[in-house]
C-alpha cells in the first residue's frame, strides 16, 4: 500500500491525453467557457497553493487543519473533479465538495477572500469574468444547502482486493502522480524531444491538467471509482515520436517514485504491465 504521508508532488502515457482548450462561449457549456480541464486544473492549482499560504484564511482552525493534514494533490484533485463534473464537464464526482468547503468555517470576510483568490486564478488564465461569476453562484448554491462534514479520513473501496485498494486508493494515487509528473518535467532526456516540448508549450495543456487526468487514468485502470476522461493514448501521442529511450526512462522514474513511496512489488508488477498494455500505442506514434 502506498504511504501518503510527506509525498510530494504516471507516465508519458497522458502528456496530451485531452483535446484543445475551447474559446469562451456562452453558447457552450460552462465547463468549455471556463476553458475545459487544462484550465480549470491549472486554475485550482494555483488557488489551493495560494488560499493555503493567506495568513486571512488561516484563522479559521477548522481550515488550517484540512489543509495542513490533506495531501496537497488530493485536494487539487478532488476540486478539479467537482468543478468539472458541476459545470458540464465529461468527469462524475464521487465528492461532496460543498460539504467541505461549509466545514471550513470561514467568517463572510474569510469566504469572499478565498472566492478573490480563486477569480485570480481564472482571471490569469484569461477565463471571462461573467463565467467564472456562473461558477461561484453554483457552487455557492450547492454549499448552502449541504451539510457540513470534516475531510474524509477514509476511503471505502468496493473492492478490497482490486489494485487501486491496494495503491491506498485516490489519495496516494495523486500524490505518486504528483511527484512522477514533476520528475518526466525535470528529466533532460525527456525533454530532449523537440515534439513533446512543442506540445506542452502550445497552450493547449496545463501542468495541472496532465496530473488530473492521468490521476483519472491510473484509477480507472487500477479498478477505482473514476473514468478517465482523455483522449485516447494513440490519438493523444500521434506525431510526438516517442522513442524507447524515452520509454524506457519514464518507466525509470516511476519506478524510483513508486519505490520511494515503499509501494510492494507484486503491486508494482501489477502496474507496470497495465502500463505496458498501451507501449504499442505510444512509442514511434
Not at 8 to 28: E, H, M, N
Not at 45 to 50: F, K, L, T
Not at 230 to 253: F, N, T
Amino acid at each position: 500500500m502506498i504511504v501518503p504521508m510527506d509525498m510530494r508532488s504516471i507516465s508519458i502515457l497522458t502528456l496530451l491525453s485531452v483535446s484543445a482548450l475551447a474559446p469562451a462561449d456562452p453558447a457552450k457549456s460552462l465547463y468549455d467557457r471556463l476553458g475545459g480541464i487544462h484550465k480549470i486544473a491549472a486554475a485550482v492549482d494555483w488557488a489551493v497553493d495560494e488560499e493555503a499560504k493567506d495568513e486571512m484564511l488561516l484563522k479559521s482552525p477548522n481550515y488550517k487543519s484540512a489543509i495542513t493534514t490533506a495531501p496537497r494533490p488530493f485536494v487539487k484533485f478532488m476540486v478539479v473533479n467537482y468543478v468539472a463534473s458541476m459545470t458540464g464537464g465529461p468527469q462524475k464526482s464521487p465528492y461532496d465538495v460543498p460539504s467541505l468547503c461549509k466545514w471550513f468555517a470561514y467568517t463572510p470576510e474569510q469566504n469572499e477572500h478565498a472566492w478573490q483568490l480563486r477569480w485570480k486564478g481564472f482571471e490569469r488564465l484569461g477565463v471571462d469574468r461573467e463565467a467564472f461569476m456562473e461558477l461561484r453562484k453554483t457552487f455557492e448554491a450547492r454549499e448552502q444547502a449541504a451539510k457540513p462534514m470534516a475531510p474524509p479520513t477514509t476511503e471505502i473501496f468496493k473492492d478490497s482486493k482490486s489494485l487501486y485498494a491496494r495503491l491506498g486508493g485516490i489519495a496516494p494515487i495523486t500524490l505518486v502522480i504528483n511527484d512522477f509528473v514533476n520528475l518526466l518535467g525535470a528529466d533532460p532526456v525527456i525533454g530532449s524531444n523537440p515534439n513533446t516540448v512543442r506540445a506542452l508549450t502550445s497552450g493547449n495543456v496545463s501542468h495541472g491538467g496532465l496530473k488530473y487526468l492521468l490521476t483519472e487514468q491510473v484509477a480507472q485502470a487500477t479498478g477505482g471509482p473514476f473514468k478517465y476522461t482523455g483522449r485516447s493514448m494513440k490519438d493523444s501521442h500521434k506525431g510526438l515520436k516517442i522513442s524507447d529511450k524515452e520509454w524506457e526512462v519514464a518507466g525509470g522514474l516511476l519506478k524510483q517514485v513508486l519505490d520511494k513511496y515503499n509501494v510492494p512489488l507484486k503491486e508494482q508488477n501489477e502496474l507496470f504491465a497495465v502500463i505496458a498494455s498501451t507501449r504499442d500505442d505510444i512509442v514511434g506514434k
